[in-house]
């Protein structure tokens, strides 16, 4: 299966695509493959999958870069949203307007799909929380920081906010 991924043009500063297999990834369990990336206040909405080792599972991550970042002018300051149980990070990429704010103060803003491989109401989503919630503190605090270390230029500084059940997380 191909999808899309984005290729910056470093004369004209466009945004083209091309496909790739997700096979492409050399090491699947320590890289990070590009999913989609989409244009948006001058800085770039992308989707990267890769697998969490502490979790056991691969994850989806909507990463925003603002135009600090993708330029490499400095390195930016990353902030970690996490959605509630019925909410992905697709949907709060597409259907928000954080990215303006995050290219005005030059900060990455990083939203895991934690939670959207729980199936079944709230109460049974909450019971594999409850399962897997040491692996997700670990993947949080020590995984995801030292993955966005290694693909993009962060500083040692990040903050984390949540809405609904990923609030009570963060």
């Known amino acids: 299966r191909q999808r899309q991924m984005c290729i910056r043009d470093r004369y004209t500063q466009r945004i ?21 990336c989409n244009k948006a206040f001058g800085g770039e909405q992308r989707r ?4 969490a080792d502490s979790l056991h599972r691969p994850l989806e991550v909507a990463v925003y870069l603002p135009v600090a970042s993708l330029l490499k002018e400095r390195p930016c ?4 949203y996490l959605p509630g149980l019925q909410t992905s990070a697709r949907l709060v990429a597409s259907q928000s307007d954080y990215q303006r704010y995050a290219n005005r103060y030059d900060t990455i803003l ?3 799909d934690l939670f959207n491989i729980y199936q079944g ?4 989503r909450i019971g594999q929380y409850v399962h897997e919630r040491d692996a997700l503190d670990d993947y949080l605090l020590e995984e995801l920081p030292a993955v966005l270390r290694a693909h993009l230029a962060t ?3 990040r903050g ?11």
Do not use: E
């Open 121 to 124: 109401d709230d109460d049974a």
């Open 48 to 51: 990267y999958r890769h697998h």
């Open 16 to 36: 083209t695509s091309s496909t790739f297999t997700p096979s492409s990834c050399i090491q699947p369990y320590t890289s990070v493959c590009p999913c989609a």
């Open 155 to 157: 500083t040692g500084g």
């Open 110 to 112: 990083v939203i895991p």
């Open 160 to 170: 984390i906010m949540g809405y609904g059940f990923g609030g009570t997380l963060a």
């Open 77 to 80: 300051t990353a902030l970690y």
